[in-house]
């Protein structure tokens, strides 16, 4: 399905998409988003400069982010450049190859009968517990079999009492993205906790809305019941409402293969380069 107009759309969406949040700043054929630390984004090449990109480059533009409090981050198609991975390496980051997939035949997957499904809302009291499920879920991504519950140095379910302010992350940037229809979330709570969480972000190109679906996030003794999927079918539904092209990028093959049996097509390979102590595992 992949093909080269198809990826310039998605390039023209990366683009476009931290304009609203940030000052774009370019170091040489990069660009570099400063914004708030709520809500980072990554350098990207220009488009059709990927192959310019020097160490230098990658070394200006993470001094940038740093010296910004942001965390140092690139992030480009890998099919349109495969020597810039090399070229991020040398520079100290750690890269990751995700694979890139767009809805194509989007199948309705349906959550567990006992499992609801919430849009939520900016004036929402409980933004940052969901904030803090999602960093909950991407600090395990091992299967539930290997995280039992209550088990001893592992990763707690969420704080499902009721965290202190201090222990929440903060919720400006969320809120007013929400607020503005940039950011659209979806929780599943089960028994009346929050269980799942994941959102998708519209962006208008040229006239067509595009939208990326991003953080599909499950706590570890909940996964394999199919909730990441219900949840991301959710997501597709809604975003395709007003868009007509959703994507994501998956976070290994595996996923990738569940997304495929739920209607997505793997049309290229997202690339993301990090420090490797600032990587959150996925």
């Known amino acids: 399905m992949s093909s080269p107009r198809l990826l310039d759309r998605i390039e023209r969406y990366f683009s476009l ?32 400069r990927e192959g310019e990109v020097t160490l230098a480059d990658v070394r200006a533009a993470v001094a940038l982010q740093e010296q910004a409090g942001l965390p140092a981050a690139l992030e480009w198609l890998g099919d349109r450049c495969r020597g810039l991975a090399t070229v991020a390496r040398s520079a100290g980051l750690a890269v990751d190859e995700l694979p890139l997939l767009v809805a194509d035949d989007p199948v309705e997957v349906l959550l567990p009968a006992e499992v609801r499904l919430y849009l939520v809302g900016a004036d929402d009291p409980r933004l940052g517990l969901y904030q803090r499920l999602a960093e909950l879920a991407f600090a395990n991504p091992r299967p539930a079999a290997t ?54 972000q519209p962006v208008d190109v040229d006239g067509t809305e595009v939208s990326e679906v991003v ?68």
């Open 17 to 48: 998409a931290p304009l609203a949040d940030a000052q774009v700043r370019t170091v040489g054929p990069l660009q570099v988003p400063i914004g708030s630390p709520e809500w980072p984004y990554p350098a990207r090449p220009l488009p059709g």
């Open 147 to 200: 995280v039992p519950a209550g088990a001893g140095g592992g990763v707690p379910d969420v704080a499902l009492g009721d965290p202190g302010p201090g222990e929440l992350p903060p919720t400006e940037a969320l809120r007013e993205r929400v607020a503005s229809g940039r950011t659209v979330m979806m929780v599943a709570v089960d028994d009346g906790q929050p269980v799942a969480i994941g959102s998708h």
């Open 215 to 282: 953080g599909v996030a499950t706590l570890p003794r909940f996964r394999g019941r199919g909730l990441g999927a219900g949840l991301t079918s959710a997501l597709v539904e809604h975003a395709r409402q007003t868009a007509d092209l959703v994507f994501l990028s998956a976070g290994d093959d595996d996923v990738a293969r569940v997304y495929e049996r739920a209607g997505f097509a793997r049309v290229g390979t997202s690339c993301l380069a990090e420090r490797p102590a600032e990587r959150p595992p996925r």
